[in-house]
């Protein structure tokens, strides 16, 4: 099982201080933060992709490329690559150069995005994000595994014998999640393909999410990829820790009551008592984590959001080291004595590369 954090590049006052950093100060946090986590022991560091204020991370390749020159390790992903909004052409080649740049050391996560005036600043039409996240995805899908592509959709122009550069490293295409958090259409959508599914639920509760990845799985195997239980499922959350769960929620409280998404809503006790929001011990987050199995089943990777709601860097490097030495260590042993063998791992590169071509290496 894969664990990692995301970040959604955030720009947002510290309400203890009241000071706000830079867009420069968060960009050099967001490469410090993705060192970390690889230095602690974690698998996977994924970014957003947002064009507005208050958010630094419009050019989520940009940034993973420079993080990868500086890891060995770490899986580079992305938390939302907007396929709505961004050409097919255009992600086909960007994420193609990461995947060569960063060796295999990547995927990616398709998704919508929770700004709805990102459409027209592009062009498009939030009325038709469904459609444009569907076609788009079907020309990009041909893009990495086609080398000559005759293409004609609704939402753009004609492609007539193109090839998209670089072609995917190896051969294989970087694996692909679909991230959504209400849209059944996109867990549809992973299925068909065969893709992974990440459910985001960051903000719903319990009994969504399970309806959602069920879905999925159900439809993954309906398409003759598997069993049920055999798809490849992601789950987001979020944790606050401290030794002592008092001092954890006495510390948290300030940023959670002021977060520009949640804050002024639901209390901190609503929130953590209805969604994967854990504050408080270590041991809190590993059982309550332990505890999305029993509605999601067996699955592949674990993401959690540190960064947000104006914690100081110091503050989530403090949040890396407890997860590196205290929580994954157990998660890891608890989650592999639980799945079965026929369940598989998430796929990286180098797993993919073995399938096809046993007899090759991934170059290290």
Same mark, same amino acid.
């Given at each position: 099982?894969?664990?990692?954090?995301?970040?959604?590049?955030?720009?947002?006052?510290?309400?203890?201080?009241?000071?706000?950093?830079?867009?420069?100060?968060?960009?050099?946090?967001?490469?410090?933060?993705?060192?970390?986590?690889?230095?602690?022991?974690?698998?996977?560091?994924?970014?957003?992709?947002?064009?507005?204020?208050?958010?630094?991370?419009?050019?989520?390749?940009?940034?993973?490329?420079?993080?990868?020159?500086?890891?060995?390790?770490?899986?580079?992903?992305?938390?939302?690559?907007?396929?709505?909004?961004?050409?097919?052409?255009?992600?086909? !080649?960007? +994420? /193609?150069? %990461?995947?060569? &740049?960063?060796?295999?050391?990547?995927?990616?996560?398709? =998704? @919508?995005?929770? #700004?709805?005036?990102?459409?027209?600043?592009?062009?498009?039409?939030?009325?038709?994000?469904?459609?444009?996240?569907? !076609?788009? +995805? /079907?020309? %990009?899908?041909? &893009?990495?595994?086609?080398?000559?592509?005759?293409?004609? =959709? @609704?939402?753009? #122009?004609?492609?007539?014998?193109?090839?998209?550069?670089?072609?995917?490293?190896?051969?294989?295409?970087?694996?692909?999640?679909?991230?959504?958090?209400?849209?059944?259409?996109?867990?549809?959508?992973?299925?068909?393909?065969?893709?992974?599914?990440?459910?985001?639920?960051?903000?719903?509760?319990?009994?969504?999410?399970?309806?959602?990845?069920?879905?999925?799985?159900?439809?993954?195997?309906?398409?003759?990829?598997?069993?049920?239980?055999?798809?490849?499922?992601?789950?987001?959350?979020?944790?606050?820790?401290?030794?002592?769960?008092?001092?954890?929620?006495?510390?948290?409280?300030?940023?959670?009551?002021?977060?520009?998404?949640y804050g002024h809503g639901p209390s901190l006790e609503e929130f953590t008592s209805?969604?994967?929001?854990t504050v408080g011990s270590p041991q809190e987050v590993i059982e309550k984590t332990?505890?999305?199995?029993?509605?999601?089943?067996?699955?592949?990777?674990?993401?959690?959001?540190?960064?947000?709601?104006?914690?100081?860097?110091?503050?989530?490097?403090?949040?890396?080291?407890?997860?590196?030495?205290?929580?994954?260590?157990?998660?890891?042993?608890?989650?592999?004595?639980?799945?079965?063998?026929?369940?598989?791992?998430a796929p990286t590169h180098a797993s993919q590369l073995a399938a096809t071509s046993?007899?090759?290496?991934?170059?290290?």
């Open positions: 099982m894969q664990f990692g954090i995301f970040t959604v590049g955030d720009v947002t006052t510290d309400p203890t201080t009241g000071r706000t950093p830079t867009e420069h100060e968060r960009i050099e946090a967001t490469v410090a933060i993705a060192k970390k986590a690889e230095e602690v022991g974690l698998d996977v560091f994924a970014t957003g992709q947002h064009h507005n204020p208050p958010f630094i991370p419009s050019a989520p390749t940009t940034t993973l490329a420079y993080i990868a020159a500086q890891t060995e390790r770490l899986i580079l992903s992305t938390s939302t690559t907007l396929i709505t909004t961004t050409d097919p052409v255009r992600i086909a !080649e960007d +994420y /193609a150069t %990461l995947q060569h &740049l960063s060796n295999g050391r990547m995927d990616l996560m398709m =998704g @919508r995005g929770n #700004t709805g005036p990102v459409y027209p600043w592009f062009g498009k039409d939030i009325r038709d994000g469904i459609a444009l996240a569907i !076609e788009n +995805y /079907a020309l %990009l899908h041909r &893009l990495w595994r086609e080398d000559v592509v005759d293409w004609q =959709g @609704r939402y753009r #122009t004609p492609l007539q014998g193109f090839t998209s550069t670089p072609r995917p490293l190896d051969g294989i295409a970087p694996f692909v999640w679909h991230g959504s958090i209400r849209s059944p259409e996109i867990a549809e959508q992973a299925a068909y393909y065969g893709d992974g599914f990440f459910s985001n639920h960051i903000f719903w509760p319990a009994s969504h999410t399970k309806q959602m990845v069920a879905l999925y799985r159900r439809r993954f195997e309906h398409y003759g990829h598997g069993s049920a239980d055999q798809a490849i499922v992601g789950l987001g959350g979020q944790v606050f820790m401290r030794k002592n769960s008092q001092d954890a929620v006495r510390e948290f409280r300030p940023y959670f009551d002021n977060a520009p998404v209805q969604t994967p929001l332990l505890g999305f199995r029993e509605y999601a089943g067996d699955y592949q990777r674990q993401l959690w959001l540190l960064d947000h709601a104006g914690l100081p860097l110091k503050t989530v490097l403090e949040q890396l080291d407890i997860l590196g030495e205290e929580v994954v260590p157990v998660l890891r042993k608890e989650f592999a004595a639980l799945k079965p063998t026929h369940v598989p791992d046993p007899e090759k290496e991934l170059v290290p």
